[in-house]
């Protein structure tokens, strides 16, 4: 990433010091089971429910969990799906499994140096169970070497979330998904369940999975207009650290307007 987006992103989050938003969304705040309005969408079907399972720091920055019920859509799914269980995470003690990594925690960033984990979202990845779309329940395996010696340093296994950086004309973040090439990376669906994560971090930055860059979580541009206010309401939910979607830092790199014209035809809800 050039020094002037790095620069500019320093300039928009304090990143030596983390502290909570003065308003949480407590879990018990939103009733997930029994939402307005969430048995229908725009395309007139049943959406279908899973549940979630999320690690966080409270307002007194004590790691807490809860579990879920909320929709199974892409939007929602994208932000507990990226890295399988097992996949090392660099923090300032060395690699971590994802699974056992806790709010507070120190993860190493490619930009910002270490910052503190204040949210961990995990889901389950069930083999022929109901999906919106059938790349939900795919995984992507990297093997080891795939983009250069040690990167990564062993194979990887990724969720349909997990996105790497594609530099160009423009930097942009592409899901991994994207550089398949039946080889060397593929998808594979898994013959029994597993479990998937992803993690948030003050800002939105370039970790170490096995070795290998990939982003943490980020919303979507646009997502309070693809979701509607009382999905928005009920996706908020999943995150306690945060109030509103500000509270979610920059993103490292805009999406294109193409894009989010896409984003929305396909998965308004």
């Known amino acids: 990433m050039g020094a002037g987006t790095d620069a500019t992103l320093r300039k928009r ?33 049943t959406t279908l429910m899973r549940r979630y399972e999320m690690l ?35 923090t300032t003690n060395g690699p971590c499994a994802v699974e056992d990594l806790e709010p507070g925690m120190m993860i190493e960033t490619l930009d910002f140096g270490p910052q503190p984990l204040l949210w961990r979202g995990m889901m389950n990845i069930i083999p022929n169970a109901p999906a919106e779309r059938p790349e939900q329940a795919q995984l992507t395996r990297v093997m080891a070497d795939t983009f250069g010696m040690g990167r990564p340093a062993s194979d990887l296994v990724l969720g349909a979330a997990a996105q ?17 090439d039946g080889d060397s990376v593929f998808q594979t669906t898994p013959p029994s369940p597993v479990q998937v994560f992803h993690i948030c971090l003050p800002v939105q930055a370039m970790i170490s999975a096995n070795d290998l860059y990939l982003a943490s979580f980020h919303p979507r541009s646009g997502l309070g207009e693809i979701l509607g206010p009382q999905m928005l309401r009920l996706f908020l939910s999943l995150f306690p650290h945060v109030s509103n979607l500000l509270d979610f830092g920059p993103a490292l790199f805009p999406e294109r307007a193409a894009e989010r014209v896409g984003l929305m035809d396909s998965c308004a809800v």
């Open 164 to 180: 790497m950086l594609r530099r160009g004309a423009t930097d942009r973040l592409t899901p991994v998904s994207k550089f398949c």
């Open 56 to 90: 966080y720091l409270d307002p007194g920055n004590v790691p807490a969990r809860y579990t879920a019920i909320a929709p199974a859509t892409p939007m929602f799914e994208a932000a507990f799906s990226a890295f399988a269980r097992g996949t090392l995470i660099k």
């Open 13 to 45: 989050v304090n990143l030596s010091h983390y502290s909570p938003p003065s308003r949480y969304q407590t879990p018990e705040s939103v009733s997930l089971r029994h939402t307005p309005g969430i048995a229908q969408t725009n395309r007139a079907k």
